[in-house]
């Protein structure tokens, strides 16, 4: 299975809207779920959107995804072994127990998550709202 995730973050309202995309290989959307919450920056918007999609991915029994994101700084500091933050260390907990992986992709191949999170509040979606 694959997993596109995407989020937006606006630094004015300091809120975040949040998208991950399950899908077969062959494109087939399993599940798709869209959730706004307030980070202090847009890195932190985007690894919360991938923790997200692992939880699920866990929560279901998925094993074996491999997760695209366009956060090429998030993808970096997991493969990092000096990264010690506390989230970073969450994230490659849950890639180890799914069995994920995570991929950097440019922004043009993760279009359709990046509209969810440009348009969360029009989509009639499960919506979790974090604090």
């Known amino acids: 299975m694959k997993c596109y995730v995407d989020a937006s973050y606006n630094p004015k309202t300091g809120k975040s809207s949040h998208a991950f995309r399950l899908m077969t290989w062959d494109n087939k959307v ?3 779920r869209t959730f706004t919450s307030y980070e202090d ?4 918007s985007e690894l919360h959107s991938i923790i997200k999609a ?8 998925f094993k074996g995804l491999k997760i695209f994101t366009d956060a090429k700084t998030i993808v970096s500091s ?11 260390v969450y994230l490659r907990y ?6 994920s992986t995570l991929k950097f992709v440019t922004r043009d191949r993760n279009m359709g ?3 969810l999170t440009r ?6 979606m499960r ?3 974090i604090k």
């Open 119 to 124: 348009n969360v509040n029009k989509h009639k």
């Open 78 to 88: 997991v493969k990092s072994k000096n990264n010690t933050k506390s989230n970073i």
């Open 30 to 32: 399993i599940a798709q």
């Open 113 to 115: 998550c990046d509209y």
């Open 54 to 61: 692992l939880q699920y991915a866990l929560d279901k029994g």
């Open 94 to 99: 849950l890639l180890k127990v799914t069995n």
């Open 127 to 129: 919506r979790y709202k």
């Open 41 to 44: 920056k847009s890195s932190e």
